[in-house]
């Protein structure tokens, strides 16, 4: 499967528009899908559709809210996607572990590292951290970090 | 499943905790069985008793800072996580590496595979009861730990690599030590083959154990040796080659079924072919500098770059959001041990106990590059 059938399967699903291509030479990424909340599990599914698996989930704290960005990627032709998502504080995200097992444990971590919860998750608990833990350590209030920055200003959007 | 130890369960099934303090975990991991007699009915791994929180740590330090935390996740494939990290940041600063550094990082990282895969030769036959095999892989990373000491002064969690090169330069004396080895290494070949992959009791405990096929392994995000014994050539080197790997002649040793016996039998596959990776690039090793000149404190444009590369156990990846200082503003590290742990969950049900030593030693985890 190569990344123009994973684009037709994605285009399916997401409007032309937030499918953004990027320059691989430069970041490593071939295209970027920005999408909402509720369009998430329609996309993994169009991921696996097009043979692709579970590169990674990660989260990454803003001030206007956190963003979950998944990783998608095929293991016949590069085709690297990250798909993006832009969340509201204490907004959840429905989990796409019934899709791609690979998320069970990723959605664990990011919930215990971000407090982000995952809808329809088997077995949210901690993963990483003591079963007891009460803090989110990767958030930006927490501990010493050097910034805490808004999108619009690492993307410029 | 904390709460399950109050409850009444069958007078069949019991739990059993394999762990945290077992020698056959390679680190501290617990299994949490659920076993009907001697079967496993439910596998949990728990994790996270090595996280030390590098992702954390990473926001709170310079990009250079952050450079001897990579070799401390895998610290048994520490120059690769080192030249991945590297490599990133090169990537997104746009550092022009010399030639001489790129198959320098080449020759050490084939040679930090090699000895990664020696240990986990000799571990996995340890597990399984043979002790002889152990002392002679041990015997024979010695020498790869004795080469790279020579050129980074550490044995195992390496800082070689910088910015734009490697921190020292190799002399002729590197180069003749790891020709010996290369000889050395396929003079014992036979040994290896005669002690173990033709040993009966061996072929009994590996055959037809651990079956991963490859819809599992694209499940689980399963990448490096377990997903080519799938019978999948995905390796990073060759899908998106980094460094000088596209212009070296290698092969990906692949499987056919994916029980723990191909899995064996790739990595052996993979160790002659670094060797061959090592020959070619000793041969070709260019003269000139082995450091391009580089700023003081890097500050990589704005925005999000991913890059990965392969470690002895898959894909290796390093996520980074800059927000144009000099500091990471977000730095996530994909390890690949991450998915081939968590395939367990859906190998171990239906497995006998006898067989989770052999299906756990043959994923080759290294449990602080899980917990990160």
Redesign the interface.
């Known amino acids: 499967m190569s990344l123009e059938d994973l684009k037709e399967e994605l285009s399916k699903v997401v409007e032309p528009g937030d499918m953004v291509p990027r320059d691989y030479e430069?970041?490593?990424?071939l295209l970027e899908i920005k999408a909402r909340v509720d369009q998430v599990e329609a996309v993994a599914k169009a991921a696996l559709e097009a043979?692709c698996?579970?590169?990674?989930i990660?989260a990454?704290?803003f001030t206007n809210g956190p963003q979950i960005?998944y990783?998608f990627n095929s293991?016949?032709?590069?085709s690297?996607v990250?798909v993006r998502v832009q969340l509201s504080r204490g907004e959840s995200v429905v989990s796409i572990g019934s899709i791609?097992?690979?998320a069970?444990?990723?959605e664990r971590e990011v919930f215990e590292?971000f407090g982000i919860r995952f809808d329809n998750h088997p077995?949210l608990?901690?993963?990483?951290?003591?079963?007891d833990a009460d803090f989110y350590?990767?958030l930006?209030d927490y501990?010493?970090?050097?910034?805490f920055?808004s999108t619009e200003?690492?993307?410029?959007e | 499943m904390a709460n399950e130890f109050l409850e009444p369960i069958t007078e069949q099934t019991f739990y059993l905790n394999m762990g945290p303090q077992h020698p056959s975990t390679h680190g501290v991991l617990r299994l949490f069985l659920k076993l009907d007699g001697e079967y496993i009915v439910e596998a949990d791994p728990v994790i996270g008793y090595g996280h030390r929180g590098h992702e954390k740590m990473a926001e709170s330090h310079l990009y250079e800072q952050f450079l001897p935390n990579t070799s401390r996740m895998d610290y048994l494939a520490g120059l690769i996580f080192n030249h991945g990290y590297v490599a990133a940041v090169e990537k997104m600063v746009g550092i022009e590496v010399p030639p001489r550094a790129e198959y320098i990082r080449v020759i050490c990282a084939e040679l930090n595979r090699i000895s990664s895969h020696l240990l986990w030769f000799g571990t996995y036959v340890m597990d399984l009861g043979g002790f002889t095999p152990f002392l002679y892989s041990f015997d024979d990373r010695e020498n790869i730990l004795d080469i790279l000491d020579r050129v980074s002064g550490s044995r195992l969690t390496y800082s070689y690599c910088r910015f734009g090169g490697v921190s020292r330069d190799v002399d002729d004396e590197f180069i003749t030590a790891t020709h010996q080895f290369v000889e050395r290494l396929r003079s014992r070949w036979d040994d290896y083959h005669n002690l173990v992959t033709k040993n009966v009791i061996f072929i009994h405990r590996a055959k037809d154990v651990g079956v991963i096929n490859r819809e599992l392994a694209l499940r689980f995000g399963c990448t490096g040796p377990i997903l080519r014994a799938a019978g999948v050539p995905y390796d990073i080197r060759k899908a998106e080659p980094y460094s000088v790997y596209s212009e070296l002649d290698f092969e990906i040793p692949t499987g056919t079924k994916g029980d723990a016996l191909d899995r064996y039998l790739v990595r052996l596959q993979e160790m002659e072919q670094s060797l061959h990776i090592i020959e070619q690039a000793l041969e070709r090793l260019p003269d000139g500098a082995i450091k391009a000149a580089v700023p003081n404190k890097v500050r990589p444009p704005r925005g999000d770059y991913y890059f990965a590369v392969e470690s002895a156990r898959g894909a290796v990846g390093f996520y980074i959001v800059s927000d144009g200082t000099s500091y990471p503003y977000r730095l996530k590290a994909r390890v690949p041990s991450y998915g081939n742990l968590q395939v367990l969950t859906e190998v171990l049900p239906g497995t006998l106990v006898a067989d989770t030593i052999s299906i756990l030693g043959s994923i080759d985890i290294v449990v602080p590059e899980v917990d990160r």
């Open positions: 430069k970041d490593g990424c043979d698996f579970l590169e990674s990660a990454v704290d960005i990783q293991c016949t032709s590069i690297r990250l791609y097992d690979a069970l444990w990723y590292l077995d608990r901690r993963l990483l951290l003591p079963e350590p990767l930006k501990g010493k970090v050097h910034a920055r200003e690492i993307y410029g």
